[in-house]
């Protein structure tokens, strides 16, 4: 079977791509990209799909353009359609530059995609990326949400975005533009060790595998697998018990749930009744961290009544005699 016909195997089975679809495509002009680019392209005639492309400079160093640059003239040679834009950098940002860059990046991508119809946004995240990932948020503190690694397809603000390559090794990849005599830009900053993904490449993941485990990316990608499918039941779970225990306000600005109710919950549910709680208030896209999580279990089991936690994105939690209310 070769690569093309995995990637469509795979996209079919996790329901990424289906006939007609409207795909935009973020392409950095890496490999990954490069890959994913020709590969959906060679299934565009076949399942009827319509393909975008879109770049975003991020900026970075002084010579990225050059990457726009390449990207614009591989739509031009392949007839698709073109959008790009740089990053207008301010000075002081906060966060770290990589989260600030991944948004922003997020952002022109949905812009982009709303603009010429597409439903679909495909990234070239694969394999390897999915051990990367796992191991990231290991390191930064995480639960059973975060271990799912990279998901293959994600709602998010009303587009879908996919990851094709998702079972695809990094050397898959590169034997696929080798074999096919594909060029591609390699970025210069994937070999330094400023930012926190590339010291987990280059750095912690070879000493695992030399020291420890010479399996330890596929272990990896076992936990992310395990760790789906046991939250997406935990999640199912939680959104029936939400539905019992929630009263949603007509603004759709307030959701009060039952104090009785909720004490009768395990502590797994309760907790991702208050995730469920805080996303359907925001929508897509609202994550709560392992710190104002433990914000809210204080409030819930231990603060006095009308006692008040603040949240990300302007929300609030507070305690009344029987209810546990979220509100913005």
Not at 16 to 34: F, H, Q
Not at 98 to 122: P, S
């Amino acid at each position: 079977m070769t690569l093309i016909e995995q990637v469509a195997h795979y996209s079919k089975s996790h329901d990424l791509i289906r006939p007609k679809d409207i795909i935009l495509i973020g392409v950095s002009g890496g490999a990954d990209s490069v890959a994913l680019l020709y590969i959906l392209y060679a299934l565009k005639y076949s399942l009827g799909l319509s393909l975008y492309i879109a770049h975003f400079n991020h900026a970075l160093r002084k010579n990225s353009y050059q990457d726009a640059l390449f990207v614009k003239k591989l739509a031009q040679k392949l007839h698709l359609p073109f959008y790009m834009k740089t990053w207008q950098r301010k000075k002081a940002i906060r966060g770290s530059i990589e989260d600030n860059a991944r948004q922003q990046r997020q952002k022109f991508l949905m812009t982009i995609a709303k603009k010429v119809g597409a439903q679909k946004i495909a990234l070239a995240h694969h394999k390897d990326d999915m051990a990367e990932t796992v191991l990231m948020r290991i390191l930064r503190g995480t639960g059973l949400q975060g271990l799912q690694g990279i998901l293959p397809k994600k709602e998010l603000y009303g587009f879908t975005f996919i990851r094709p390559l998702l079972n695809t090794s990094r050397q898959d990849i590169e034997h696929f533009l080798k074999n096919n005599n594909l060029i591609f830009r390699t970025d210069p900053t994937n070999k330094k060790t400023d930012f926190f993904r590339n010291k987990i490449r280059l750095k912690l993941l070879p000493l695992l595998k030399k020291t420890y485990s010479p399996n330890i990316k596929e272990l990896l990608i076992g936990l992310a697998e395990t760790a789906s499918i046991d939250y997406d039941y935990l999640q199912s779970c939680a959104k029936t018990c939400f539905q019992k225990v929630a009263k949603i306000s007509s603004s759709k600005k307030e959701i009060r749930l039952n104090l009785k109710k909720l004490q009768k919950m395990p502590d797994a549910i309760l907790r991702m009744v208050i995730r469920e709680s805080l996303s359907t208030l925001k929508k897509d896209g609202y994550s709560l961290d392992l710190k104002h999580l433990k914000e809210i279990l204080d409030l819930y089991y231990h603060r006095p009544l009308n006692a008040i936690v603040h949240l990300p994105q302007g929300l609030k939690g507070y305690k009344k005699k029987t209810e546990l209310i979220f509100s913005y």
